[in-house]
Antibody
Framework: QVQLVESGGGVVQRGGSLRLSCAAS????????MHWVRQAPGKGLEWVTF????????YYADAVKGRFTISRDNSKDTLFLQMDSLRAEDTAVYYC????????WGRGTLVTVSS | DIVMTQSPDSLAVSLGERATINCKSS????????????LAWFQQKPGQPPNLLIY???TRESGVPDRFTGSGSGTDFTLTISSLQAEDVAVYYC?????????FGQGTKLEIK
């Protein structure tokens, strides 16, 4: 069965950096596009970024463009999100999700940006 | 950018009754070359990640009960729960994957009356 496990969240100071990982199993990782989606405490879902199955194209929300970088290592079935210049408004649970239609999600990892 | 707007923001329905949630996109999400609407519906229960219910506006994801139905085309879409069950209490989101930035509606909270 499909499994996505996020890690790397934690508390970071404003202006700091974090690298999130999403370990995939139960499917052919290198055949699927992947997303990161976040959810601030008590708020709705916000799409963050998307990467094609082979890493050839990457897309970002305006709120994170220039600060976040999505990447993947298909040899290790792992998706990454490098987050730099973090702001208080980046505080959220970050989920990775599989395929264009987001048909499977991990349980998320919490990122808290403190001032 | 495409803005997704759901209505209502919250909804209370009696058990066994029909629940209807609407979603409107600021521009069409119908791709003419394949006649597909790039629109999905998700259910999120407290403390859980979202769960895909419907994609391509009307295709039910495997394992989703047939009381959940998606309809609509272009800019106007509807999620209908034909006979509300207690386990359907959740927040529901529509999302367009027609063009980046992909975007979600603000969510509709569904409760039991």
């Amino acid at each position: 069965q499909v499994q996505l496990v996020e890690s790397g969240g934690g508390v970071v100071q404003r202006g700091g950096s974090l690298r999130l990982s999403c370990a995939a199993s139960g499917f052919t990782f290198n055949a699927y596009d992947m997303h990161w989606v976040r959810q601030a405490p008590g708020k709705g879902l916000e799409w963050v970024t998307f990467i094609r199955y082979d890493g050839s194209n990457k897309y970002y929300a305006d709120a994170v463009k220039g600060r976040f970088t999505i990447s993947r290592d298909n040899s290790k079935d792992t998706l990454f999100l490098q987050m730099d210049s973090l702001r208080a408004e980046d505080t959220a649970v970050y989920y990775c999700a599989k395929d264009l239609t987001l048909n499977s999600w991990g349980r998320g990892t919490l990122v808290t940006v403190s001032s | 950018d495409i803005v997704m707007t759901q209505s209502p923001d919250s909804l209370a329905v009696s058990l066994g009754e029909r629940a209807t949630i609407n979603c409107k996109s600021s521009q069409s999400v119908l791709y003419s070359s394949n006649n597909k609407n790039y629109l999905a519906w998700f259910q999120q229960k407290p403390g859980q990640p979202p769960n895909l219910l419907i994609y391509w506006a009307s295709t039910r994801e495997s394992g989703v009960p047939d009381r959940f139905t998606g309809s609509g085309s272009g800019t106007d879409f509807t999620l209908t729960i034909s006979s509300l069950q207690a386990e359907d209490v959740a927040v529901y989101y529509c999302q367009q994957y027609y063009s980046t930035p992909f975007s979600f509606g603000q969510g509709t909270k569904l409760e039991i009356k």
